[in-house]
Structures are given as structure tokens and as C-alpha cells.
């Protein structure tokens, strides 16, 4: 399975060691290699047909900045010491996705608009590590610039040699106790909700004949898609990113077909990566609306991947995940979502489940707004 949790049943890591910093160089207290900023001009193909970018296209940056800053970390212990300073031969590796906590659009991106995606590690356990990103968008024709995503990332690092081995993380340098208190209750709270979330793996959905409108079964969607060597890693497995992307694609369809308007990515729930996807896989990408409040849908998605050269593995869950979708109007202004309407128990005990996570949410986003205030 992967990724598994390494670090509940083995040693603790060595001792961390700490600098002191001045208030103003905080946040920069961890090592140059440790941060990392990408941009991008966004074109046509990345955004709907009113030229919103997709959540999708955003999140597939935000993972190729993870990725990109936590394999090079995970690659940078030389393997010398002070008595013998000569360089051991180390096991390289790539850094795998293993899950993207909740992340909110803040606000929308446009066509023509500069995406600047900034990573940084700020917490590395045994066999992980996490990764805060922040994405502005800039506008280059005045210079107005917006913060348009916050994510946290969580990724693994695997041989190069051997795909099954999980590389030791090498540790970071943190700025206070603090710091890594803070890191370490994170680390534990994503472990426990990623265990939570398998109790969901065995679900799968249905094809509806001739359904109501505004039904479950009306609006489900899915999505197949054969995983090329464009789509991997140098493992030749599938990039997170590329993963989320078609995950968006599916919810935004199905919050379409809900609506018939111009819908976008309003936030993603955790995102957890039970299993990885070789190349050559065809990938089975189903979602399905699970809860509607006034201005809101909650869609869930799930991701099979079934190995055809492989064929005695059979069919297994990779990813799942819950997208929230908002209805706009011409002018961007949010709709009226027309109400879910269920058909039997499965559905009324979803809808229940997805409402106690928006008002979970609500007052987790009010509780933020009031802190800043």
C-alpha cells in the first residue's frame, strides 16, 4: 500500500538542533534549499470558457512545487562526517505525494494573469515531509497582485533503486521548540485522518438509467484516462498533480451538469493518497454530489486504478477526495444552488455526513476571519 506510516513503529528521529533568529528573519529561518518559487503565465487551456482557471491547473502547480522542493531535500545528505569526510554513496530518490490537506480558493485566476507559486518544508518526520505553498496571481498589465490558494502538502520519499524502500528524511533546521512542536501535532493529526478515510476505500458508484434531475444519479460523473510516461515521475508513477487535476475535472462536471452555470473550485478537502499509479494503468476518476447547501456542493471523488499489464492485481482505490463547488453568475456574483434531492438512505446519510463538514468548515473559516481581525 502506500504510503504507509513509517514512523509509528520505529526509533525516534535524532535530536533537532536549533537557530536563533530575529523576528523579521522568521520565516526565513530554514536553509535556501528548503524554499523554492515557480511562475507561470496562465493560457487559455488552463481556464473554463469565461477564463477562470481552473482548480485543477492550480493544484497540479502546487504539487509540482512540493515535489520539486521535497525530492531535492530528500536528496541532499552528502553521507560525510567530520571524521571521515568522505562522501558515503547515497540512495537518491523521488518524493511522492502522500496527501494535500484543505485548501481554499481564495480567490479566482484568470487568462493572462502570472501564477507565482512559492514552496517551503516547515516540518520533516522520519519518512516525511510537509510542504507550505502559497500561490499569487499578477496581474502584469497593472501589477496587482492577490493571494489566490494556501495549501499544505504531505510527500514521502522513495528509492530510486527500489520502489518499495522509504528513504530517511534528512532533518531541517528550526528556528525555535516551538516550531517543531507545531510541525510534530500536524504531522499527527494528518496520520490519524488519513487512517480515518480508508473505512471509505470499499465504496464505489453506480451508473444511474434515466434519472431524475437534481438527483445523485443525475449528475455523477466519471472519467477514464490511461496513464503515458508525460503523466509520471521518474518512477513511473503518477505525479500527484496530474492526479488532482482529473480529479477536478470530474467534480467540476458534475457540479455543471447540477447547475447547467458556470461553476469553480470554491476549496478542496484533505486529499489522501492510499496507493500509487504505475504508468500504463488505466485510471477510473467517478464523482458524485453528496451535499448542497444554499450557495454550495460538495461533490466526492474517488480514483481506481486498474493495472492492465499487471491484470492479477486487479482494480484497487487510490485517491479520494471531497471538492466544494460555487454556481456564478455572468458577471462572477454566486447563485442559488438548486437542492440535492434523495432518493434513498445511502444518499440522505452522505448528505448528512457533508453537512456536519460544511458547518465544521463555516466556523473554522469564521474562527480565522475573527483571529485576523
Request: charged share 25%; net charge neutral; proline share 5%.
Amino acid at each position: 500500500s502506500f504510503p504507509r506510516h513509517p514512523d509509528s513503529d520505529l526509533h525516534q528521529p535524532p535530536p533537532r538542533t536549533y537557530k536563533k533568529t530575529p523576528v523579521m528573519s522568521a520565516a526565513k529561518s530554514l536553509s535556501l534549499s528548503s524554499s523554492i518559487q515557480i511562475c507561470r503565465i496562465m493560457r487559455p487551456d488552463d481556464a473554463n470558457i469565461v477564463g477562470n482557471v481552473h482548480g485543477g491547473t492550480i493544484l497540479k502547480m502546487i504539487e509540482e512545487a512540493g515535489g520539486i522542493i521535497s525530492t531535492r531535500h530528500c536528496n541532499t545528505q552528502s553521507g560525510a562526517s567530520m571524521l571521515d569526510p568522505s562522501p558515503v554513496q547515497q540512495d537518491r530518490c523521488v518524493a511522492a505525494l502522500a496527501r494535500v490537506e484543505r485548501t481554499d480558493f481564495l480567490h479566482p485566476m484568470f487568462i493572462g494573469e502570472v501564477a507565482h507559486v512559492s514552496a517551503e518544508i516547515t516540518y520533516t518526520s522520519k519518512h516525511s515531509v510537509e510542504v507550505q505553498v502559497i500561490v499569487l496571481a499578477e496581474n502584469i498589465l497593472t501589477g496587482a497582485k492577490k493571494v489566490t490558494n494556501k495549501a499544505t502538502l504531505w510527500y514521502v520519499p522513495f528509492s530510486l533503486q527500489n520502489v518499495d524502500k522509504i528513504i530517511e528524511v534528512p532533518v531541517i533546521e528550526y528556528s525555535s521548540v516551538e516550531q517543531e512542536e507545531e510541525g510534530k501535532k500536524r504531522y499527527d493529526a494528518q496520520k490519524m485522518e488519513r487512517l480515518e478515510t480508508k473505512e471509505r476505500n470499499g465504496e464505489i458508484i453506480n451508473p444511474v438509467v434515466s434519472p431524475e434531475a437534481y438527483t445523485v444519479g443525475f449528475s455523477q460523473s466519471s472519467l477514464i484516462h490511461l496513464v503515458g510516461p508525460s503523466d509520471c515521475t521518474l518512477h513511473g508513477f503518477v505525479h500527484g498533480g496530474v492526479t488532482m487535476k482529473l480529479m477536478d475535472e470530474v467534480a467540476g462536471i458534475v457540479a455543471a451538469r447540477h447547475c447547467k452555470t458556470n461553476i469553480v473550485t470554491a476549496s478542496v478537502d484533505a486529499i489522501n493518497f492510499h496507493r500509487k499509479i504505475k504508468k500504463g494503468c488505466v485510471v477510473s476518476v467517478s464523482g458524485r454530489m453528496t451535499f448542497t447547501s444554499n450557495k454550495s456542493m460538495e461533490i466526492e471523488v474517488f480514483v481506481d486504478a486498474d493495472p492492465l499489464v499487471e491484470a492479477a492485481r486487479g482494480k484497487y482505490r487510490a485517491v479520494t477526495a471531497f471538492f466544494t463547488y460555487i454556481s456564478l453568475d455572468k458577471e462572477g456574483k454566486p447563485l442559488s444552488v438548486p437542492p440535492l434531492k434523495l432518493e434513498n438512505e445511502e444518499e440522505k446519510k452522505r448528505f448528512e455526513e457533508g453537512k456536519v463538514r460544511y458547518l465544521q468548515n463555516k466556523a473554522k473559516r469564521q474562527a480565522e476571519k475573527e483571529r485576523q481581525q
